[in-house]
DNA sequence: TTGTACGCGTTATCAT
DNA sequence: ATGATAACGCGTACAA
């Protein structure tokens, strides 16, 4: 079992623990061949330092943790590359955490601050409804990326963000499709009480109906219930398969997500029906797989790669107090492909 | 930055510190009124224990890593939950790890393994060729789950492992569509150095062609370049894209993971032609996407939830020595949907 | 049942 | 440039 230790190298090369110690750690003061000596044994026996213990008593660390919410969420995939990036460039490590949808992140969090001497944290997603004593507690910098609602409550100095309008983009989604003429445009949503990008989204088409005096029916509106893996597949499907069971009347699906829109599709496909001839039908995020699908999605793209940038940079200005908090908010882009349609 | 330590708690309830570490880990010998008292205020000053500190301290951790190779890789996405479950369930955490292609899974595992005293691995996807040498080093039990080709150097007492039957499965595959007949069968496969279940699938494609008296035309295999991002959407459709714009003649594409096939499909339809009308399409892996894709894929489904559970399993039998470690094979099924058809 | 004291493996501080 | 030693925060053997 005898795991080595910093000791065992020290003894090994003659030398002190120290000495060693600065080897690893690129310190200055230490003679070149000393140093060269050290790390050739270090690689020869295979010798990994113990991380518990460094970061014990490491008093900075550089590493910036990225809690993504919901472990199966595509979207953010590309983000993350771009983040990681971002982070190396600045000689910083990232540490990847993906929290589940029932997960409480701001906890999460709070055990990696203490565990990994955190630098920084960025949240990626979900919904943030925390308490400002909880996060208050969390002392070190925070930026919020592409998340929908943050916390009103809390003072908007005390972190970053960076996201899109939901509202707005939902309302221009919702908007172009009246414009093509649909009249009857089903959404599939967030549970009701959802105080996320969920209810934003769903603001947004709420919006763009009124605006354009047309009546809003329930029926049409399609909320995920909470048994439901959220936002996924077989939601989008499920929502869909009901919609078409209960006879609504409709000309487009709007879903607040690609990979429901996805599901979607595949409902209207096997009820007989056709896209864009049947239904037209419209997703939101701009994933990589809506491009791919067949027809190939309508959706509205978040600028991800920006975005992830953005995040980065906000969250380093902090870091080196070249700056304060701040809120930036990225235009999305209404992309129009092939599953959605003109009538009338 | 005064971080709160079990000192302070132990001071704040008037007890010594190790009463307070008896109330945290809950021990038997602790006074039932001392304890409910020490977790009230624990609770109040939110206070949480430095993992560092614990990890460097404990023997045994009754944490298992999960590592898996790919970010993205949505098809292990499932598997996951099931091993979550099943580790929860014997009251073990699971420490979630994802790494990189071109990152080493045994470095990464072996700095987890002194940083977080595991008490097992267990490996998902990706290659697998490392020195013995290297993982003797790991002094913990691991299994191998859906790794194509397991270490032959290696003894195979020194591991579990779990998989389908690659170069078979690939073999019903092809020889299924040899049946319906194809003659002139594409394949989109991995780097012809690929050593994993990239090779073992491209060699049962190879098995039934000549099984068959049917010549191997090298153009009709399409690997992909290490540049590429390996088995996604984009290295399916960049393959059958230039497969298409050499002219090659072929009625059926096989793309050696899901993904590449939804790609593939892309392609054939942005060149104009229809799916399965002109080509038929089949894929690889039996993910969730490949059902709800239009037309739905006709694929190799692994079993994927038994798998994930028999990984635990193996795992936890051999961690409890009630047996030694042991190499399950199981078998796939063919699912045949709509993205292929019977040709002549 | 409870408290004291030591050590886990490392880095930081201070000598040398 | 190098080495000895004191923390870091916690679990646990042992004493009380």
């Known amino acids: 079992m005898g795991e080595m230790t910093i000791k065992d190298i020290a003894k090994m090369c003659g030398v002190g623990i120290s000495t060693v110690s600065r080897a690893i750690n690129n310190h200055p003061d230490i003679n070149p061949e000393t140093k060269a000596m050290i790390n050739a044994t270090i690689k020869e026996y295979g010798y990994i330092p113990n991380n518990s213990a460094r970061n014990l008593k490491r008093t900075e660390a550089k590493s910036i943790a990225v809690l993504v919410k919901g472990i199966s969420n595509i979207f953010f995939s590309s983000m993350i590359k771009v983040m990681e990036e971002e982070i190396k460039k600045r000689k910083y490590t990232m540490v990847l955490h993906h929290v589940e949808f029932n997960e409480d992140e701001v906890d999460v969090a709070l055990q990696l601050v203490k565990e990994k001497r955190l630098a920084g944290i960025i949240f990626l997603g979900g919904y943030f409804h925390h308490s400002e ?19 009103e409550n809390f003072s908007k100095k005390g972190y970053s963000s960076i996201s899109v309008d939901d509202e707005l983009e939902s309302y221009h989604m919702v908007t172009w499709l009246i414009k093509n003429g649909h009249q009857r445009i089903a959404i599939l949503c967030a549970a009701l009480d959802d105080e996320s990008i969920g209810k934003l989204r769903l603001d947004g088409y709420l919006r763009a109906l009124k605006e354009n005096q047309i009546e809003i029916d329930q029926q049409l509106i399609r909320p995920m219930s909470k048994e439901m893996e959220q936002y996924s597949l077989q939601s989008g499907y499920t929502l869909t398969q009901q919609l078409l069971e209960d006879g609504i009347k409709c000309s487009a699906v709007y879903a607040i997500s690609d990979m429901m829109a996805i599901g979607a599709c595949k409902a209207i496909f096997d009820s007989g029906k056709q896209i864009p001839e049947d239904y037209s039908l419209a997703g939101f995020d701009g994933t990589e797989l809506g491009a791919f699908y ?43 492909r092939e599953s959605t349609r003109k009538i009338k």
């Open 133 to 151: 004593e909880k996060l208050k507690k969390l002392h070190v910098p925070f930026v919020l990326s592409t998340i929908g609602c943050p916390p």
């Open 294 to 336: 067949h027809p190939a999605l309508t959706t509205v793209r978040q600028p991800v790669e920006e975005m992830a940038q953005a995040t980065a940079k906000l969250l380093f200005e902090v870091l080196s107090e070249k700056s304060i908090h701040k809120h930036r908010i990225f235009p999305a882009e209404l992309i129009i």
